[in-house]
């Protein structure tokens, strides 16, 4: 079946640093992958997309890498703020499924001042 | 202003009851989803509904029931056969894909609500 997973639930970085937060799939069919950022107690919020075609996307200061050789999806923060301290959420749309999303547990990301 | 609105954004249900939660979108999207969100976890898809009057069961359809008469509207009512309801729940829209959409890397951009907190007293 499908599985997304994170390497690490909790990333702590000084305000100013580059982030990474990482993510496994399983599903090697899969063809799409998003990254949400969820604040405490709201709903999640696009940040960026890429398509299985592609290995690098880029948005304002945020870059998704997609390495489809060993699955693996990873969200870099570039001058990390106290604003991005939220919780973050990959996911996959499975390529059998019409639209359906399959989402990872989530990193904490607290940003120190 | 376009998006989806939930509510109530807290809610509290006595034993044996059932209760709705509302959800309604105006960006004229198809599809429409429900997920929980329980303490440091993930999303887990409870119903997604493609089209009006049509709707499939996720994950963890078991204790809710769904209903989908209008285009714009998705509720979500959780019964008293859902024996531990505590938790967040999210509802979602996005376009349709259809046929060969669904396997060309078609984006699929979910849209979420605020969330409805849902506890039991």
């Known amino acids: 079946g499908e599985s997304v997973g994170l390497h690490l639930p909790t990333l702590s970085v000084q305000e100013g640093d580059n982030s990474i937060i990482n993510c496994a799939y399983s599903n090697s069919a899969s063809d799409y992958f998003i990254w949400y950022k969820q604040e405490s107690g709201k709903g999640p919020q696009f940040i960026i997309d890429?398509?299985?075609?592609?290995d690098k996307r880029q948005g304002q200061r945020v870059t998704v890498l997609l390495n489809k050789t060993v699955k693996h999806l990873s969200l870099q923060i570039a001058a990390t703020q106290p604003g991005d301290s939220a919780v973050y959420f990959c996911?996959?749309?499975?390529?059998?499924?019409?639209?359906?999303?399959?989402f990872g547990r989530g990193t904490q990301l607290t940003v120190w001042p | 202003d376009g998006g989806i609105t939930q509510s109530p954004k807290y809610l509290f249900r006595k034993e044996g009851q059932n209760v709705t939660l509302s959800c309604e979108q105006n960006?004229?999207?198809?599809?429409m989803y429900w997920y929980r969100q329980d303490p440091g976890q993930g999303l887990r898809l409870i119903y997604y509904s493609q089209i009006v009057n049509d709707f499939q069961k996720g994950d963890i359809a078991e204790g809710y029931s769904v209903s989908r008469e209008k285009k714009e509207s998705f509720p979500l009512t959780v019964t008293s056969a859902q024996k531990n309801p505590t938790a967040f729940y999210l509802c979602?829209?996005?376009?349709?894909?259809?046929?060969?959409?669904?396997?060309?890397?078609?984006?699929?951009?979910?849209?979420f609500g605020a969330g409805t907190r849902l506890s039991v007293l």
């Open positions: 960006l004229n999207h198809d599809a």
């Open positions: 996911a996959e749309k499975g390529g059998s499924t019409l639209g359906r999303l399959y």
């Open positions: 890429i398509r299985s075609n592609m």
């Open positions: 979602a829209s996005s376009i349709r894909l259809t046929g060969t959409e669904g396997l060309a890397g078609t984006k699929n951009i979910q849209y």
